[in-house]
């Protein structure tokens, strides 16, 4: 159910997202800021608490999730300022930088692929899932999966990687279920609900930066407390393919990653402390059929 954003939490959200930080009591919506909180937009320190800004670009990811169209700071003021009298298109398009303030909930659900036919039951009912290269299956909130106990769910951060998964189909075992879950789509937030009812496996297909690990860490595994249990994907040969890569590192968007620690997996700390030494990485597009001759 899609969250009311009153005036007032409006205001708070825009004085959070110019100054980067407010008192945690002036945020009077536990609900909102326990979905802020679980997608990592901001975090809560200090005593007395503050809340923190970390994600601005998520932050207004769920803001629309809930049926607000944002895209910017000077967007809230609409909703800030708006009175019982409901404004003109044309007065909207004069001041702001969209005409639809108010968005449809019809995308809220899971966007999903596969790389072969595979057997779930849907709606209560047995259905099939097909592979359609370049595309998704998209799931209405309202639907209803279950999955056999031998079917992976893999994470994928970026949409595109999803609608052409068979390019990745080299990096998975071949004699196991996998289902292909989109987790970067801010317009729906049902996707981190679905995997917190989830019990089998999952694996985490993301970018190979610190950015990318630290929302498997920090967002995905605190929803995974029923998973019987999660990884990271990190392929044998990943260190020869980022030394031949070679992207330089943009450590201006990555400092703020920089004490993220694996505590429980030993592989996905090698990687860390690699990345941090060598200051190289790589996208996960750059996987597509790629391998090491």
């Known amino acids: 159910m899609a969250i009311n954003i009153t005036k007032k939490n409006f205001q708070t959200i825009k004085t959070l997202l110019e100054d980067k930080y ?13 979905e802020f909180i679980g997608c990592n937009c901001v975090y809560v320190s200090g005593k007395p608490a503050l809340i923190y800004l970390n994600d601005a670009e998520a932050l207004f990811g769920i803001v629309k999730s809930n049926g607000y169209n944002v895209a910017c700071i000077e967007d809230l003021d609409y909703f800030i300022e708006e009175k019982n009298e409901p404004k003109s298109r044309d007065e909207i398009a004069d001041n702001y930088s969209h005409t639809k303030r108010v968005e449809s909930k019809s995308f809220n659900g899971l ?66 279920k996998y289902l292909f879950l989109c987790i970067s789509e801010y317009k729906t937030t049902y996707q981190y609900k679905w995997l917190e009812s989830f019990s089998g496996e999952y694996i985490h297909f993301g970018d190979f930066d610190l950015a990318g690990i630290n929302i498997y860490l920090n967002t995905i595994v605190p929803k995974l407390k029923k998973a019987k249990s999660h990884s990271f994907l990190i392929p044998d040969n990943i260190y020869e393919i980022i030394k031949k890569k070679n992207y330089m590192l943009d450590y201006s968007n990555q400092t703020r990653y920089l004490n993220i620690i694996s505590k429980e997996d030993k592989n996905l700390q090698k990687l860390i402390e690699f990345i941090k030494s060598h200051k190289i990485t790589i996208e996960q597009e750059d996987l597509s059929n790629y391998k090491i001759v």
Do not use: C, R
Request: glycine share 4%; no cysteine; aromatic share 16%.
């Open 22 to 34: 407010i008192a945690k009591n002036l945020f009077s919506s536990k609900k909102l800021l326990e």
């Open 111 to 176: 966007m999903i692929s596969v790389f072969d036919k595979l057997e779930v039951n849907y709606n209560d009912k047995k259905q099939y899932f097909y592979a359609l290269d370049g595309s998704g299956l998209f799931l209405h909130y309202t639907s209803k999966l279950q999955l056999d106990d031998d079917v992976i769910v893999v994470g994928v951060e970026n949409p595109q990687v999803l609608w052409y998964i068979n390019n990745y189909k080299h990096l998975f075992e071949k004699d196991k």
